[in-house]
């Protein structure tokens, strides 16, 4: 079984930059997708940004041109660079493996990490 394990979160002013962090276990993890998500209190949880086995990325349109998702499949780790961060970027950020990639389109599944916390302060 996959597990997901985040790391990376904290606080930062805004205009700062975070480095966020997917640990996988799984010997399948270097051929599946990875999605980030992030869930503001009050709020739904929402895609941030996911990357296929190839390498194709997608990105919510709040984030385009601030946040870039990585993967190093040697080390099973997937990263979420994230700069010139607002206050609405406020969130548990999650991990999410396995899923399908296809037409710009993450299709997660149940293999979620515990998250990690983004405070972002004005």
């Known amino acids: 079984q996959v597990q997901f394990e985040e790391s990376g979160g904290g606080l930062v002013q805004a205009g700062g930059s975070l480095r966020l962090s997917c640990a996988a276990s799984g010997s399948t993890f270097g051929l599946n997708a990875v999605g980030w998500y992030r869930q503001a209190p009050g709020k739904q949880r929402e895609l941030v940004a996911a990357?296929?086995?190839?390498?194709?990325?997608t990105y919510a349109d709040s984030v385009k041109g601030r946040f870039t998702i990585s993967r190093d499949s040697a080390k099973n780790t997937v990263y979420l660079q994230m700069n010139s961060l607002k206050p609405e970027d406020t969130a548990v950020y999650y991990c999410?493996?396995?899923?399908?990639?296809?037409?710009?389109?993450?299709?997660?599944?149940?293999?979620w990490g515990q998250g990690t916390q983004v405070t972002v302060s004005s």
């Open positions: 999410n493996g396995g899923g399908t990639f296809f037409s710009s389109t993450y299709y997660p599944t149940a293999y």
């Open positions: 990357i296929s086995a190839r390498g194709s990325t």
